[in-house]
């Protein structure tokens, strides 16, 4: 049974950082993409940024520069580093598995070829 558990979101001012995790445990394919995605009240769920089983990575236009995912395979987990907080960042942040074509789609950022999902980690920041 594949289980994703996410852990570090918080409350943070603007400018803050946080570092978000994702404990991966029964996802037993070689070849996979995680994720994070994050959902704001009244908005729609949008994907923050992808990593590959090659360690390939796609960020948002709207994080580039400011997040940054990871992973460590020994740890079975990914991180999403986050600096430069803005107000706008504030969601549930969601951690995601699947095939690792799911990296690749063109709709990647909608998280539909994503199998597997966390319960969250809320991460709010204050202006």
């Known amino acids: 049974q594949v289980q994703l558990v996410e852990s570090g979101g918080g409350s943070v001012q603007a400018g803050g950082s946080l570092r978000l995790s994702c404990a991966a445990s029964g996802y037993t394919y070689s070849s996979y993409c995680m994720g994070w995605f994050r959902q704001a009240p009244g908005k729609e769920r949008e994907g923050v940024a992808t990593i590959d089983s090659d360690g390939t990575t796609t960020h948002a236009d709207s994080v580039k520069g400011r997040f940054t995912i990871s992973q460590d395979n020994a740890k079975n987990t990914v991180y999403l580093q986050m600096n430069s907080l803005k107000p706008e960042d504030t969601a549930m942040y969601y951690c995601?598995?699947?095939?690792?074509?799911?990296?690749?789609?063109?709709?990647?950022?909608?998280?539909?070829?994503?199998?597997?999902w966390g319960k969250g980690t809320l991460v709010t920041i204050s202006s």
């Open positions: 995601a598995a699947g095939a690792l074509s799911s990296c690749y789609s063109g709709s990647w950022r909608s998280g539909h070829g994503m199998g597997y």
